[in-house]
Nanobody, 123 residues
Framework: QVQLVESGGGLVQPGGSLRLSCAAS????????MAWFRQAPGKGREIVSA????????YYADSVKGRFTISRDNAEATTSLQMNSLKPEDTAVYYC????????????????WGQGTQVTVSS
């Protein structure tokens, strides 16, 4: 078991930046692939980015490539999502998620979830 708590959401103007953090507690953090998903009103939950246990090659959704950067610190049991050049279409609740095994892109493959943090991009 691992417990996940997100922080760092808020209201930002288009073109601005936010950094989301996810703190983990419980079973060895380094055992998990970590991911960020988001869910906009009226839409399904979609993967944004994921990073493997070792912190190697990360996955990014096409919509965020070049703007978002995922990272993890296994010693601190945290994962972060740096979001730059934010657009109104990035508005959503962002969730941190964890799974044992390789990066997969569907929410059903992730057993552990945080409570979510709201990101609103608006002028």
């Amino acid at each position: 078991q691992v417990q996940l708590v997100e922080s760092g959401g808020g209201l930002v103007q288009p073109g601005g930046s936010l950094r989301l953090s996810c703190a983990a507690s419980g079973r060895a953090f380094s055992s998990y692939t970590m991911a960020w998903f988001r869910q906009a009103p009226g839409k399904g939950r979609e993967i944004v980015s994921a990073v493997p246990r070792s912190g190697g090659s990360a996955y990014y959704a096409d919509s965020v490539k070049g703007r978002f950067t995922i990272s993890r610190d296994n010693a601190e049991a945290t994962t972060s999502l740096q979001m730059n050049s934010l657009k109104p279409e990035d508005t959503a609740v962002y969730y941190c998620a964890a799974r044992i095994g390789a990066i997969l892109t569907f929410p059903v493959n992730y057993a552990f979830w945080g409570q979510g943090t709201q990101v609103t991009v608006s002028s």
